[in-house]
């Protein structure tokens, strides 16, 4: 990401430089057990302080533009770190934003030290996008909340020790949601299935059955829960995008060295004009992303307006401009390409579930032209 542009402070600056540092000394390689090597990684991120910046300092929310800057320059180096990264921040973004001065210090210190591992429990097998139609179920009994459900896609559900949980309190429809802190540990908390996924990370379906959690475990008020949610999500949907944008920076990175190295004849494959105009038509697409990204992202920190569709446009560009950075990459290698092992290869799979999660790309369409309808009619 070009961080010379206005949307950036020196302290944004100096943060990228910092971490670029810090991922050339870790050795990213692939490893069978994908629980260990997440777990490997949200330490080691905690023990270098980055993690830290998922966090709310005091009353003020995560700085976004920094967030955004960590994405981009740890997908750009590892789909994984940059996974572990976010979800500390995703797993614990409500209790940043939301949670009281004593769920704060409880959960916030270990999660920004990388001692422990936040997940954010909100899809359900019978709801995605319509967070609406949460099913599971929260009674209360006496001085505690008794949960039965099931929730599924839930990252780091295989290794969390404190989760995000949202369940229906009442049956008014979104009013009806809320949200509770959810140790790991609780009884009555299972992983019922383990999901594999093309991009292998710790994904997991988690059954309740009974469930008991004190009245101290609810996140603000009864039927907070969707605010909650949409609020988190909101918080970390530019960061996608930034992350789509290390993914297909890297994957220009690996095409540029590719071709300036591969022969072709008496020359090489960069010297294809069919090869330069699709770099050409590549480093345009990011870059154009990358200043989507950096105008909501200020938005979000500075509070200039409702930055929704500026959100959901760097979200969406940034996402479906990486898929398509990503294949032209791959199909220059050729056969390369698709062998396992190779850098295109992985990012190739990495980059798919960015369009679907914390809103796909078709969702994050209706809402852009639904607030330029708004806009319209007022």
């Not at 050729?334 to 078709?362: D, F, P």
Request: proline share 3%; aromatic share 6%; with cysteine.
């Amino acid at each position: 990401m070009d961080l010379s542009w206005p949307f950036f402070e020196p302290r944004h600056r100096n943060l990228a430089d910092e971490l670029e540092r810090w991922c050339v000394t870790q050795n990213f390689v692939h490893i069978d057990d994908v629980d260990e090597a997440c777990r490997a990684l949200v330490h080691t991120l905690g023990a270098a302080g980055f993690l830290k910046l998922c966090i709310a300092d005091g009353t003020a929310p995560p700085d976004v533009r920094s967030l955004a800057v960590a994405r981009a320059t740890l997908a750009r180096h590892s789909g994984l770190a940059d996974f572990a990264f976010a979800m500390q921040g995703l797993g614990s973004g409500a209790i940043s934003l939301f949670g009281d001065d004593q769920q704060k210090a409880d959960f916030l210190p270990g999660i920004a030290a990388g001692s422990a591992i936040a997940a954010f429990a909100l899809t359900e097998p019978g709801s995605g996008s319509d967070v609406a139609s949460i099913a599971t179920r929260a009674v209360r009994d006496s001085q505690s909340w008794v949960i039965n459900g099931d929730k599924t896609y839930i990252s780091n559900g295989t290794i969390a020790d404190t989760i995000t949980l949202f369940a229906r309190t009442s049956d008014d429809g979104a009013r009806g949601l809320s949200a509770f802190i959810l140790p790991a540990a609780t009884a009555g908390l299972t992983i019922a299935e383990r999901i594999e996924v093309i991009a292998p990370h710790p994904l997991a379906r988690l059954k309740l059955d009974d469930v008991r959690l004190p009245a101290s475990a609810l996140l603000g008020a009864p039927g907070d829960g969707f605010r909650i949610a949409m609020e988190t999500l909101n918080l970390f949907r530019v960061t996608v995008g930034a992350a789509a944008l290390g993914f297909g920076r890297r994957a220009l990175d690996e095409a540029l060295t590719f071709s300036a190295t591969r022969k072709l004849g008496s020359a090489t494959l960069a010297d294809n004009a069919v090869t330069q105009d699709r770099l050409g038509a590549m480093a345009t697409a990011l870059d154009a992303s990358a200043l989507l990204i950096a105008r909501a992202a200020w938005q979000q920190d500075t509070q200039v307006g409702d930055n929704r569709r500026a959100a959901a446009m760097a979200k969406l560009h940034a996402t479906e401009e990486a898929q398509k950075v990503i294949d032209m990459a791959l199909q220059m290698h050729g056969g390369l390409g698709v062998t396992k092992g190779a850098k295109v290869e992985e990012l190739y799979r990495e980059i798919r579930s960015l369009r679907i999660y914390e809103g796909a790309s078709e969702v994050q369409r209706l809402v852009i032209a639904r607030d330029l309808l708004k806009e319209r009619r007022s």
